[in-house]
Structure formats: C-alpha cells, structure tokens
C-alpha cells in the first residue's frame, strides 16, 4: 500500500511526537517533515524539492498561526489534502477552514480515532492503481 507523504505543523513536541508515533504505527504514512510555527511551515511548502500528500495543521503556533499558514498556502501550488487538528475545533474555526479550502477538520480531544481514519482513507485512494494511470475521478 501506498505511505502517505505527511507534513506536520504542530508546536508541541510532546503532541506531535506522540501524533507521529500514532500515525505512523496505525497508518501507512511517512512524516516528511515537521514545523512548530507558520514561517518555517511555509517555507517547507513553498520549497519545490518538497511535496506532501497530507498537510496536518494546528490552529495556535509556537509564532504565526495556522489560519494564517492555510491562508498563505491558498496561493501555492497545490501540495495534497489540508486538514487541521486542532483544541479550538469550534463551529466558528470550522467555518473560517472550510472558507480556506481546508479538506477537513478533526478536534484533538475527540477526533484521533477518526483522523487515523481519513489518513487510512486517503493512503487507500493513493493506492488505487487507477488513481496512479490518473483516470481515477474521485
């Protein structure tokens, strides 16, 4: 099966190690790199060298923010699916992701199970040998 090509922007260690380790044990995935604040995220993303089938973004940064990353992120070339994985998954956050192009939303208190879920999903649609001939339409 395919692994995902995952990058990570999250500012705690103790989280995005333990969301690594998660991810990486339960998902085909790779993390192919990792950020604790919006500039150093955005240069990864705007580095050609670079590619990720999966961006995870938190919303509150160590400096900068996630709304402001997936707004910058907006004028790039398109990496793969953003989602967030957030605290603060609040209806009003919901919204301003989805008016971001954000493909989902996942609340860390709640939502692990199904973000493994989503990544499972999207590694499966990766796979797919028609997906690699590029005649797959979803």
């Known amino acids: ?67 402001g990353l997936l707004r910058s992120a907006r004028g790039l070339p398109r990496q793969g699916k953003f989602v967030v ?9 919901r919204r301003r992701c989805a008016q971001l192009g954000v493909d989902a939303v996942f609340d860390k208190s709640g939502d692990i199970e199904a973000l493994v879920d989503y990544c499972r999903e999207l590694a499966a649609h990766l796979s797919d040998p028609l997906h690699e001939r590029g005649t797959h339409s979803g």
């Not at 999250?10 to 990486?24: K, Q, Y």
């Open 85 to 93: 994985f957030s605290n603060y998954a609040t209806p009003d956050v």
């Open 1 to 67: 099966m395919h692994r995902l090509q995952t990058y990570i922007v999250e500012d705690s260690p103790v989280i995005r190690d333990n969301l690594v380790a998660t991810l990486e044990e339960l998902v085909p995935l790779r993390v192919v790199g990792v950020a604790a604040d919006e500039s150093t995220a955005l240069q990864w993303l705007q580095s050609p060298e670079h590619r990720a089938e999966l961006v995870i973004v938190d919303i509150f940064l160590k400096a900068g923010s996630g709304l």
